[in-house]
C-alpha cells in the first residue's frame, strides 16, 4: 500500500467554525507532514511531524492545530480561520531521515466563507 | 532557503510536439525531485536526481542535472494530453522540501 489518503475532499466552513482535516498511511512511515497550496502556487509546508513530534512549525498561525496521534494519522483541526486560508491543504509521509520521497495524499479542497 | 526558478511559467503546445522546462538554481543541490501534479491531486514524484551529469529516462521523459548541480531540466517527447499538468522541481533539506513555482503544461489534442 503506497497510498496516503485524506478527508475530506471538499470542505466549506464558516469563519467560527471548527473542523477538522484528516490524513492516514499504511506504509510504516514515521514522518508526516502537512502542505498548504494556493491555486497556481507550488506546495508551502506547515507543519513536520517526526515519530508522532512536531519538529517543524513553519510559523503558522495557531487557528491551524496538528495533532498527531499515531504513526498512521495526522489531523489539522481548524478554527476560526480567514477566508484567506482557502486553499488545498495537502498530507504527505516519508520514511523518518533525512532528504526522503515524500508521498503525498490527493489534498483536502478548503473553502473559508 | 535556495531559489528554485522555473520556466517556462506556462506552456500551451499541441499533441506530438515536443517540450523542454528548467528549474534553475541559486546554489548547489544536494539533491533534486521532479514532480507533476494534476488538477485536484497531490503531486506525484517522478524522479530524483543526485549526480552532477545524470540523466534518467522514464518513458517519453528525460530527466537532466546539470554538471555543475545548479540546474536540471525536463523534455517531454511526443507529448500527449495526458501529460498535461503542473510540473514542480523541488529540493531536499533535511525534512524541508522546497518547491520551484512551477510549470503548467496543457497539451492539446
Known amino acids: 500500500d503506497t497510498e496516503v489518503t485524506q478527508t475530506p475532499k471538499h470542505l466549506v466552513m464558516g469563519m467560527t467554525n471548527k473542523k477538522s482535516l484528516k490524513c492516514e498511511q499504511h506504509m510504516g512511515h514515521r514522518a508526516m507532514y502537512w502542505y498548504k497550496q494556493k491555486a497556481k502556487k507550488p506546495p508551502e509546508l506547515m507543519f513536520v511531524y517526526s515519530y508522532e513530534k512536531l519538529s517543524i512549525n513553519e510559523s503558522v498561525p495557531s ?7 499515531n504513526s498512521s494519522l495526522l489531523n489539522l483541526h481548524l478554527h476560526a480561520l480567514q477566508p484567506e486560508d482557502s486553499a488545498l491543504y495537502l498530507c504527505a509521509s516519508s520514511h523518518a531521515g533525512l532528504e526522503e520521497t515524500q508521498y503525498f495524499g490527493p489534498g483536502t479542497r478548503l473553502l473559508v466563507l | ?11 500551451s503546445i499541441q499533441e506530438g510536439e515536443n517540450l523542454t522546462v528548467y528549474c534553475n538554481s541559486s546554489s548547489v543541490f544536494s539533491s533534486l525531485q521532479w514532480y507533476r501534479q494534476e488538477p485536484g491531486e497531490g503531486p506525484v514524484l517522478l524522479v530524483t536526481v543526485v549526480t552532477g551529469g545524470e540523466v534518467k529516462k522514464l518513458k517519453r521523459l528525460t530527466f537532466q542535472f546539470g554538471d555543475a548541480r545548479k540546474d536540471s531540466s525536463l523534455h517531454i517527447t511526443a507529448a500527449q494530453p495526458g501529460d498535461t499538468g503542473l510540473y514542480l522541481c523541488a529540493e531536499t533539506s533535511g525534512s524541508r522540501l522546497t518547491f520551484g513555482e512551477g510549470t503548467q503544461l496543457t497539451v492539446n489534442p
Open chain 2, 1 to 11: 532557503t535556495q531559489l528554485l526558478e522555473q520556466s517556462p511559467q506556462f506552456l
Open chain 1, 63 to 69: 487557528r491551524f492545530s496538528p495533532e498527531c496521534p
